[in-house]
């Protein structure tokens, strides 16, 4: 790990100005993966902004009938928090569903938004790739591509978005509360936080540089049955190959949300109109414009299947 | 204020050694906190301390240092074990502020004023933690070099049923937790146990589980 200097944030303005103001510095919440990525020399921050001590641990009732949840909440309290449970069932689902007890103890809601795909030529540092060095190439193309994004992919990046946690919030339209480095807050629906590849795959967020996230807002409830079924190589503790987020309602309609597939949470609210129709007419719409690889080409019937059968729970 | 103190004492440290890169930089700092000796490649020593095991410590750590490391390596607690070093194996369990954790991904700096207790805070060779006794009732281990952070993560466990935090298997969001077998493997994930002793483990939860239901 290279060596850095460290503070503790005093406010989330002073931490956004200190993040804008410090070459190479980088906020720390849980750092889960953080931490993970600076022992492989993956990330290298020369400064840490320690948000811990900023008071956004906080899941507040807002006045048009929603939740705002602070930036800091961990995953295992999110996940159990009652109004979660019984409103938001899809969310306590996918945080559930996603790493060890551990790590949700200690995993923020916005570390767990920011998190870095876990693709593993993004991880091994003697291979080429994009997103770790800019025009360095991408070693996924043509290797081992079985975890990787069969949609919205480019040629400079096949990487796939890790969180369970975002599908979820992309499915509930959440809002992702910001300050900037000026002081000034803004907030952007969670369908523009996180970019597609393109040929800049390195840059992953819409948010600037120091820009620091102080809560995720989630609209007023919407009912429903709600659902997070995730596919994977074991039954606990593994990133999803293919996962669906789904609420339907008792009219039949409903929306849909599939993780593992691209560079973002996957969602085509066009697509959502075929839900009466089912799985097949869904998958069809949403995964329209699909490039698998040869390996991971079975993400395709693999999801379809994973919403038939949510769909045939939901409607019991 | 205490903490306070020391918080300045520490960043008076880092300007100084930071002084002469930063007179060389171009870029504006506008706080002194913001100085970069990092950026010298120089390790940046800082203070921390915490409580572990109900005793309380001071350390000058390096800021790389991860809480794992500063129990093995500078307090010398070694039961607390580094496995995969990257929060995959769950060897390095321990519980900071009731919270079990994996102490190998989080920084020693992190947890000023925190609570930790480790597999030597539970219990001592002539009074065992109802958990350790299970373990070597029911055999639940071979080598052993996975169990101190077994039983730390299953002593939480048990607290989280008795909160009332759901899992992955809960059937139902919204009812009581009952502590099944299949809810004890599914919360245990995060702790391998590469002799394979899994069925053991969780007979040794199960008794102290039943015991305290």
């Known amino acids: 790990m290279r060596s850095f200097s460290y503070e503790r944030a005093t406010s989330p303005g002073a931490a956004a100005a200190a993040a804008a103001g410090t070459a190479n510095a980088k906020f720390i919440a849980g750092g889960t993966n953080l931490l993970d990525l600076m022992k492989l020399e993956i990330e290298t921050p020369a400064h840490l902004i320690d948000v811990n001590g900023l008071a956004l641990d906080r899941i507040e009732d807002t006045a048009d009938g929603g939740l705002r949840v602070g930036a800091l909440v961990r995953n295992t309290d999110l996940a159990a928090d009652a109004r979660v449970r019984r409103d938001y069932g899809v969310l306590s689902r996918a945080l559930l569903a996603g790493a060890s007890g551990q790590l949700r103890n200690k995993a923020t809601t916005a570390g767990n938004l920011l998190q870095r795909t876990r693709c593993p030529y993004f991880y091994d540092t003697n291979l080429p790739c994009n997103k770790r060095k800019p025009g360095s190439g991408c070693a996924a193309i043509g290797g081992f591509s079985r975890q990787h994004a069969v949609v919205g992919a480019s040629e400079a990046c096949i990487a796939t978005h890790p969180s369970d946690m975002a599908v979820a919030m992309r499915a509930l339209d959440a809002v992702v509360e910001t300050v900037r480095p000026d002081g000034a807050a803004r907030s952007i629906p969670i369908a523009e936080l996180h970019r597609l590849p393109g040929d800049s795959p390195e840059i992953e967020t819409t948010l600037q540089p120091g820009e620091l996230i102080t809560a995720v807002a989630l609209p007023k409830p919407v009912g429903g049955t709600q659902a997070y079924r995730k596919v994977r190589d074991r039954a606990s503790y593994a990133f999803a190959l293919v996962s669906v987020a789904a609420i339907v309602q008792g009219d039949g309609t409903g929306r849909v949300a599939l993780g593992g597939v691209a560079h973002k949470p996957w969602r085509v609210e066009a697509a959502e109109a075929e839900l009466p129709r089912g799985a097949k007419a869904v998958t069809a719409r949403l995964l329209a414009d699909a490039k698998p690889t040869k390996d991971n080409a079975y993400k395709l019937p693999l999801a379809e299947r994973a919403l038939a059968a949510v769909l045939r729970e939901a409607r019991g | ?213």
């Open chain 2, 1 to 213: 204020m205490q903490i306070s103190g020391r918080l300045e004492l520490s960043r008076r440290h880092l300007l100084i050694v930071g002084a002469a890169s930063l007179a060389a930089s171009s870029i504006a700092t506008p706080r002194p906190a913001a100085a970069q000796p990092a950026a010298t490649g120089a390790p940046v020593m800082t203070r921390v301390s915490f409580d572990v095991n109900g005793e309380t410590h001071q350390l000058e750590l390096d800021t790389r240092t991860t809480l794992l490391d500063a129990l093995r390596e500078h307090l010398h607690l070694t039961g607390t074990k580094k496995g995969c070093d990257h929060g995959q194996c769950g060897a390095c369990t321990v519980i900071v502020d009731g919270r079990r954790i994996n102490s190998c991904l989080t920084l020693a700096v992190m947890h000023q004023g925190d609570e930790i207790t480790t597999i030597e805070g539970l219990g001592t060779p002539d009074g065992l933690h109802p958990l350790q006794a299970a373990f070597i009732e029911q055999d639940g281990y071979q080598c052993g070099y996975c169990t101190p952070g077994q039983i730390c993560s299953a002593v939480a466990v048990l607290a989280e049923v008795k909160a009332g935090i759901p899992s992955h298997v809960t059937a139902d969001l919204n009812a009581p937790v009952r502590l099944t077998n299949a809810e004890l493997r599914e919360r245990m994930s995060g702790n391998i146990c590469r002799c394979g002793a899994y069925s053991n483990i969780a007979e040794a939860i199960s008794e102290v589980a039943g015991r305290s239901a």
